[in-house]
């Protein structure tokens, strides 16, 4: 493509800027030493040079330049002021919007915008993900709905044909102005301080830029990772203006400069859809910061859910308490950081972040949790024990509690439900007194219609003298089965047979929950080969299912038979043995009774360098039709290539299906029919050359996972009809969010042993998140999950809900809605997400 420039004075601007790493070398500590007198040149630089333009970014760095440099603050919120100091991005970190949820997004702008407009007054309205490493298709509305009115990105493009400036247009039809950097975020930095080469350098520069846009005018920006602000340029600007022949205006801009000159242009293009994926190895390199931000995401707004229904209560919950264990696994989600592509001392400090938020959030949700069940009838014979649904729809599904004994007598326990009719329950594991009887046990049962965002109560009575037994203990054994499937294993575990009993339809064409160990002799960025760092087009290089001969299964070896053990809960199948001549793999599969999902926990320990692992599922379907959940949405995907997934992967020829869900593990694939998801990698930094941070003598060893033992939890759901039909979102979010079940002690409370907080009439539309308000009230966030476009959804809130109104991504209020007796009516389009703020009575309003 050529630019049109219609004889109009050409103009290249120029945007200083530094591209903020936040830890992935160095830790967050070490960077910002390294990094702060960045921002002290940048703004000597625009004091001596009233030209002189630069951009900052992230929370996670201009924070902490205030909380040193305090006597710097006045004159930096000049700078703002006058528009010649840019604040854009709004976020803690530049972070990875494809693995974390979309929840964890919404707590980045809540933070990231938050700051900025409580610090500095300022409206960040600039998207700027320079280095992020590819973003789905919800991005354009959440960017609308956040308030950004820009959105600029360096990778992920469908290929080199597409412009430099377009409208980007989302699943739900949102879209918003995009700019594409083709040569990168860094094209004009490192300019040479003669003036005859300096025009020489931007020409060339121009050129490569020209072509991708569609107006006269170009952008570079001048800036590299945790780069210093070049003194010489602003002078040169001046002389390079001055020249009577110059080819061209270069102009020092921050991005709403060029911004305003684009928005002039009539009839941008439009681009449709993700720009996904880039660098595929990221998905399961150091997998356990994937798991551990999915494990964090639930208790953190399990949490924020328990402390919405306390404050309703009338009990005070300390918000402030979770934003300080939000915080560091929001700086976690930086995209080299979610990526797992840092060196060893930055991967532990990584890890002592989790340790702090994961043990802040527990405590939270412990306390809270006791405080709740305080207020609910308990009253009564046995042990209470207490259902808590932590998603917004009634739900069936299996509970798994901890129960202890004082009474040494105790030998067996039976279960009623809130109706007191007895419930099948089944003990896993117990410990016992000397003399036999039960001290402590962890019991299973199905707790059925648990209500949403609620509890019920059942009520476990310890026995003196045990009731016959309809568990069969562990035995060898190669098949297990419920009302809804059967599935048959061989003995080194692999699945030979999943059969639908319903239409008698086996899901599997061969030996399925295979794991594959392959040679991959690429980084922790890129599978099979080395990091190209450059890499902005989507990433199309089909990983199909390894053939014979191409890597060492899992089936390949046995050693013990598989165990089954079933009972009228659970039954479930376990075997163990070596994986090749270094390595042991185990796998545990179980069902539940009356639920078709069925539930795998994989582990291997690893002792193998430059290896990667998939779990395979060949199935039966000839041509099916692969759709990925994405945050609060799904897309149709290409078969053959690695994508991002969030909860579940689905593959359905329309009649029949079978979806593959997961809790962390966003490395999803099809090829040839074959399910397959990316469990881990052993693999290190390979070429990087030095620079940003990164020096001689660091290491990146732990990334190649030797000598560990890691755990993947995935499930399979087969299902008729397709992912719709079978509403595939809610089993992964049911997989992702157990019910959690403990006991309480008996007294009395105003809670009804079932109560729920709300209720939603529509099961396509799904509550994702429901938390105290920033300011006061309550904010809850629903979004249309199957895409499709619904009328006349009923929300039930609490009788006494009032100062109901629209909210945007960041809490603003819009619109009030309008409510009776608590009924609220909304509409939504496909794939639509809407806030909604509301008080009680007794609150205060937002």
Not at 280 to 291: D, F, T
Not at 322 to 343: I, K, Y
Not at 443 to 465: E, Q, T, W
Not at 492 to 519: I, T, Y
Request: hydrophobic share 40%; proline share 7%; with cysteine.
């Amino acid at each position: 493509m050529k630019p049109n420039t219609d004889d109009q004075q050409k103009t290249f601007f120029l945007i200083p800027h530094t591209h903020w790493e936040g830890a992935v070398f160095k830790t967050r500590e070490q960077f910002l030493e390294m990094g702060l007198p960045i921002i002290l040149r940048a703004l000597r630089l625009l004091k001596e040079h009233p030209n002189y333009r630069f951009t900052l970014d992230q929370v996670c760095f201009v924070k902490p330049f205030f909380e040193r440099y305090p006597e710097e603050e006045a004159a930096f919120r000049q700078l703002v002021e006058d528009g010649r100091l840019a604040i854009v991005g709004g976020t803690d970190v530049m972070l990875d919007v494809n693995m974390p949820a979309g929840e964890s997004f919404v707590r980045q702008v809540l933070y990231g915008k938050g700051y900025f407009r409580k610090t500095l007054g300022v409206d960040v309205t600039v998207s700027w993900q320079l280095d992020t490493f590819g973003h789905h298709a919800q991005m354009p509305q959440l960017l609308k709905l956040a308030g950004y009115k820009s959105f600029w990105f360096f990778r992920g493009v469908s290929d080199w044909d597409v412009p430099s400036e377009f409208l980007w247009e989302g699943i739900d039809g949102s879209r918003i102005p995009a700019f594409w950097l083709p040569h990168g975020y860094a094209v004009t930095y490192g300019s040479p301080k003669s003036l005859p080469e300096f025009v020489e350098f931007f020409q060339q520069r121009f050129d490569l830029l020209a072509p991708f846009s569609r107006g006269a005018e170009c952008v570079g920006p001048a800036g590299a990772d945790v780069c210093l602000p070049e003194e010489h340029v602003s002078p040169l600007v001046e002389e390079f203006n001055r020249q009577p022949d110059a080819p061209f205006h270069l102009r020092l801009a921050v991005p709403t400069d060029f911004e305003a000159t684009v928005a002039q242009r009539p009839n941008l293009p439009i681009i449709t859809g993700e720009l996904n994926p880039i660098f595929q190895g990221a998905y399961s390199s150091r997998i356990e910061l994937k798991q551990r931000t999915r494990e964090l995401e639930r208790t953190l707004t399990t949490a924020e859910k328990l402390g919405v229904l306390l404050n309703y209560l009338g009990e005070t919950t300390d918000n402030e308490i979770l934003w300080r264990a939000w915080e560091p696994m929001l700086f976690n989600q930086a995209h080299d950081l979610m990526s797992g592509v840092m060196t060893d001392h930055v991967y532990e400090d990584t890890i002592r972040g989790y340790d702090y938020s994961q043990r802040v959030a527990d405590e939270e949700v412990e306390a809270r949790l006791r405080s709740y069940t305080s207020r609910v009838r308990t009253s009564g014979d046995g042990i209470p024990l207490v259902v808590f649904n932590p998603l917004g729809w009634r739900r069936t599904d299996v509970a798994i509690a901890r129960v202890s004994f004082t009474d040494d007598g105790i030998t067996d326990a039976k279960l009623v439900d809130p109706d007191g009719q007895a419930v099948p329950m089944q003990l896993l594991r117990t410990d016992r007194y000397d003399n036999g009887a039960l001290m402590q046990a962890e019991i299973a049962f199905v707790a059925r219609d648990v209500p949403a965002l609620g509890h019920c109560v059942y009520r476990l009575y310890p026995l003196s003298v045990a009731e016959p037994s309809q568990v069969i203990e562990w035995k060898e054994g190669c098949c297990i089965e419920n009302e809804h499937c059967r599935v048959q294993f061989d003995d080194a575990g692999a699945m030979l047979s999943l059969v639908d009993k319903s239409s008698g339809w086996d899901v599997l064409s061969g030996p399925g929950n295979v794991v594959a160990r392959e040679e991959d002799h690429g980084d922790l960025w890129e599978p099979y080969r080395p990091l190209d760092g450059g890499s902005r087009i989507a990433m199309k290089e089909p990983h199909p299912a390894p053939q014979p001969g191409q890597g060492v299964l899992s089936s390949d070896q046995t050693d013990a038979p598989g165990k089954v053990r079933v009972g009228p809960v659970v039954s479930e199948f376990v075997v163990e043995h070596p994986f090749g001549e270094k390595g042991r793999f185990s796998t545990h599969v179980r069902l539940y009774s009356g639920m078709r999902r069925v539930d795998i926990t994989t582990r291997i320990f690893n002792n193998d360098e430059f290896v990667r692992y998939r779990v395979l599922f060949p199935t039966s379907i000839a041509d099916g039709r692969r759709v990925d959940e994405i945050p609060f949405g799904a897309v149709a995907r290409p078969t053959g290539i690695e994508f991002p997934a969030q909860n579940w992967m689905d593959y359905s020829d329309g009649h029949r299906g079978i979806a593959l869900l997961n809790r962390g593990l966003p490395g999803n694939n099809v090829s040839d029919g074959t399910l397959m998801l990316s469990l881990m990698r052993s693999t290190r930094i390979v070429a990087y050359g030095f620079g940003g941070g990164y020096e001689p003598g660091m290491t990146s060893d732990t990334g190649l996972e030797l000598d560990r033992e890691l755990s993947f939890d995935y499930a399979l759901v087969p299902h008729a009809g397709d992912w719709r039909a079978a509403r595939v979102y809610r089993d992964g979010l049911e997989f992702t969010h157990p019910l959690i079940a403990f006991t309480a002690s008996a007294h009395d409370g105003p809670f009804p042993s079932r109560w729920s907080f709300l209720d939603v009439s529509h099961p396509n539309i799904v509550v994702s998140a429901m938390k105290p308000g920033e300011e006061s009230g309550v904010a809850l966030r629903l979004y249309e999950a199957a895409g499709e476009a619904t009328r006349n959804v009923t929300i039930e809130l609490p009788k006494d809900a009032v100062k109901v109104r629209e909210l945007n991504l960041i809490e603003e209020p819009g619109e009030q809605a309008q409510v009776k007796d608590g009924s609220l009516r909304l509409c939504f389009a496909p794939f639509e997400i809407q806030t909604i703020g509301f008080s009680s009575q007794s609150s205060n309003e937002i």
